[in-house]
């Protein structure tokens, strides 16, 4: 029997629009590291049809490249055999942000080693140009999918019968701008409270700060008789003509004086000398004589 030559066409691919915006979505998560998943559906003759996708979680991202591992795998099968018992994985989706689209060497690795069933495919989106494609099987060769089909499933519904109703009225290009603008600042009022808070505060900053670090002078009254130092009440006053106010008192004027007059020295009064003890009278006898 001859071996049977593998089909040369490429596969028909038929993708719910729905899917389409969830990968679209996945990819634009993450718009610097590459993203995966896999693509559940049927195969239905000589394509696929493609009703949902499963997000590849915990994959392996290397910026340049993604790589499914044990624990992506864990997840996938476990979210499709409760969701989607009766489908299939028919393919994988992957990102590839700022690279274009295209199949590298890792992905053509990884669609030969995990996707090689004749009708699976592989879906790339770039989610900063917006552009994407599907490559699947054509015999032994790799290519992009020339024909796609997007279905939309709300297809067939009768027109009127959405339930919306129409939009009354429109709304002027510059009166959109004008009410933007408004809802992004804060209120005329609140700006305002803002502003004289905050001089308000930086004022009693400033005093605290010069009640703290910057000297305060300090009068103090001594006492001539004793030498002992008296603190001057609160609000007391030193004028310039060297006047003193202290609250509650009448003001105290400096003393006046001759700066030419010499300074006079009290003289000393002479005091008297001693007196001499009076000698002791012993019936006419001498006091110094020898006694017999």
Not at 194 to 212: D, E, M, N, P, Q
Not at 245 to 251: I, Q, R
């Amino acid at each position: 029997m001859a071996k049977r030559k593998p089909d040369q066409r490429q596969p028909r691919v038929s993708i719910e629009g729905e899917v389409l915006r969830q990968i679209r979505q996945h990819a634009r998560s993450n718009s610097k590291t590459e993203v995966c998943g896999v693509l559940i559906g049927a195969e239905n003759g000589s394509g696929v049809s493609i009703c949902a996708r499963i997000p590849g979680l915990n994959a392996a991202q290397a910026g340049t490249y993604v790589t499914f591992t044990q624990d992506t795998w864990e997840h996938i099968y476990k979210i499709k055999d409760k969701e989607y018992p009766d489908e299939r994985i028919v393919g994988w989706y992957h990102s590839h942000p700022g690279f274009g689209v295209f199949l590298s060497d890792h992905d053509t690795f990884i669609h030969k080693n995990f996707f090689s069933s004749a009708l699976q495919v592989a879906w790339v989106y770039d989610p900063h140009s917006d552009e994407e494609g599907c490559f699947g099987w054509a015999g032994e060769r790799l290519e992009r999918v020339s024909e796609i089909r997007v279905k939309d499933d709300k297809g067939g519904e009768e027109a009127g019968e959405t339930g919306k109703p129409e939009p009354v009225g429109g709304i002027d290009e510059n009166e959109e701008i004008v009410e933007t603008e408004t809802e992004a600042g804060p209120p005329v009022w609140l700006k305002w409270t803002l502003t004289v808070t905050s001089h308000l505060l930086l004022l009693a900053l400033g005093f605290v700060a010069a009640w703290i670090f910057f000297p305060r002078p300090i009068i103090v009254f001594v006492n001539p008789y004793n030498g002992t130092a008296i603190e001057a009440p609160a609000g007391t006053r030193i004028h310039s003509d060297g006047s003193v106010s202290v609250p509650g008192l009448p003001d105290l004027q400096p003393p006046s004086f001759d700066r030419n007059a010499k300074p006079s020295v009290p003289e000393s009064t002479p005091q008297p000398a001693p007196k001499a003890p009076a000698p002791k009278s012993d019936g006419g006898k001498d006091q110094n004589a020898p006694r017999k």
